[in-house]
């Protein structure tokens, strides 16, 4: 099947980032993966290839805006415009402290994590999509993205803010044909024994890329998460 776009995948694991992987992948999407481990990036880079997709790996962490910006600009170089994003690298055990715990300090962190990471990829991958009339970007955060919790003071705060930012986007590129959205996962996959598992999630966040809709969709009822 020939390639027809790329979809860079930050925050690329074995878990949901593999699935999305296939599954894009299936659609004859190239793929590029971004976190930080360059040598698990290789590994899932191999896998992906050995199972007949087009798959780069490139290493960056969000904290670094230079690094993510680099990788994106690499990708986008060896493999062709890109034309998909799914920002969600796996926030930090640090943010999910009580609020009383949250210093200044963490709460900066976590909101260059979270919503600075992601206007630093917005920003440099809109102007080949919005050339083009095409696009996506996908955002994926947990519940505390739409109710704070005490707990997870750190995501509390920034998740909030990406999602705001996000939403933003949402109504101002609408009617560019790019597509940008927000899927609300409310507790791990594994513990919320989804009917098909990661796969299931992946083919929602095909179906986000695939049509025009609201903002945010939650994969569950946020009272029925596990977080």
């Given amino acids: 099947m020939p390639v027809i776009a790329i979809i860079a995948i930050i925050g690329a694991g074995p878990g949901l980032g593999a699935a999305v992987a296939r599954r894009f992948g299936r659609e004859g999407f190239a793929i590029a993966l971004i976190s930080r481990n360059q040598s698990k990036l290789d590994a899932m880079a191999a896998e992906l290839t050995a199972a007949g997709f087009t798959a780069r790996a490139y290493a960056a962490d969000v904290l670094t805006p230079a690094s993510l910006e680099s990788a994106l600009a690499r990708a986008a170089a060896e493999l062709g415009p890109i034309t998909a994003v799914q920002y969600s690298p796996l926030p930090s055990r640090d ?10 300090e963490l709460a900066l962190e976590a909101l260059q994590f979270s919503a600075l990471g992601l206007i630093h990829a917005a920003r440099a991958v809109l102007p080949a999509m919005r050339e083009s009339g095409d696009g996506s970007i996908i955002l994926i955060n947990g519940g505390t993205s739409v109710k704070a919790r005490a707990g997870f003071a750190g995501t509390s705060v920034a998740f909030p803010a990406e999602s705001a930012y996000g939403e933003m986007l949402h109504d101002t590129l609408a009617g560019e044909g790019i597509r940008v959205n927000q899927l609300v996962i409310p507790g791990g996959i594994p513990q919320l024994q989804l009917d098909n598992g990661i796969d299931g999630v992946a083919d929602r966040i095909w179906d986000l890329h695939a049509v025009a809709g609201p903002f945010r969709t ?3 009822p946020l009272e029925d998460g596990r977080e």
């Fill in 95 to 104: 943010y999910l402290k009580p609020v009383l715990d949250l210093t200044p």
């Fill in 218 to 220: 939650m994969l569950i």
